[in-house]
């Protein structure tokens, strides 16, 4: 069975700073693909960023990007000049071929002014 | 272009009644999925169904928590006799289907629901 683990419960930073939020998973499967959601206060799931497993290419979304490291099983997610709005749960996730995601157990992100 | 719809966004049950949850997909998509979100952990997958069909219901409690997704309508998760350990947030996510391909879910606001 896929596992996803996020190492860092809490993490909190200023404003305009990078930050850098940690995600490993297990899976035996080659052909997958792999996501970053956010759950504001509001406690709406938004997606953040996707990367497929095939590509060798980091993702990139405005000031939200990846570095995937497919032999490491590891994908962090970096967010430049971070903004009081990013304050957020973040949630990685994994997807195989059973369709369904397999959530870590999330990073609480404070961003203060 | 609207995207997921659930309601109710806020249940409240007394034990032993039932929860009706309903969920209707984005425009276009034909698969919706149910997570449950226990407070302060992550979303865990329950269900999978395709219009009519349950593909995966690997998640699910075998007793008392039932879902459809009928040809017409939204998607219905029903959970029978809530017990308070059903409290919990419910999501329901919709995706297109491609064969061969995984698909982005895209979750609607969920459903918070609170047994007494």
Not at chain 1, 49 to 60: G, H, V
């Amino acid at each position: 069975a896929q596992t996803v683990t996020q190492s860092q419960p809490e993490m909190s930073v200023q404003e305009a700073e990078t930050v850098t939020l940690s995600c490993t998973y297990d899976t035996s499967e080659n052909n997958y693909y792999l996501f970053w959601y956010k759950q504001p206060p509001s406690r709406q799931m938004i997606l953040v960023i996707r990367q497929e497993a095939y590509k060798q290419q980091n993702a990139t979304e405005n000031r939200f990007s990846v570095n995937f490291q497919k032999a490491a099983k590891s994908f962090s997610l970096k967010i430049s000049d971070s903004q009081l709005g990013d304050t957020a749960m973040y949630f990685c996730a994994f997807m195989g071929g059973a369709q369904k995601l397999v959530f870590g157990q999330g990073t609480r992100l404070t961003i203060n002014p | 272009n609207a995207g997921v719809m659930q309601n109710p966004r806020h249940l409240v049950r007394r034990r032993g009644q039932e929860a009706r949850l309903r969920c209707s997909p984005m425009k276009g998509h034909s698969h919706v999925y149910w997570y449950r979100q226990l407070p302060e952990e992550g979303l865990k997958f329950m269900v999978y169904l395709q219009k009519e069909n349950i593909i995966d219901e690997s998640g699910m409690p075998k007793e008392r928590f039932s879902a459809e997704f009928p040809k017409e309508g939204p998607s219905i998760l029903r959970i029978q006799q809530v017990v308070r350990g059903d409290s919990a947030a419910y999501f329901c996510a919709s995706s297109h289907w491609t064969s061969g391909t995984q698909e982005t879910q895209y979750f609607g606001p969920g459903t918070r629901l609170l047994v007494l």
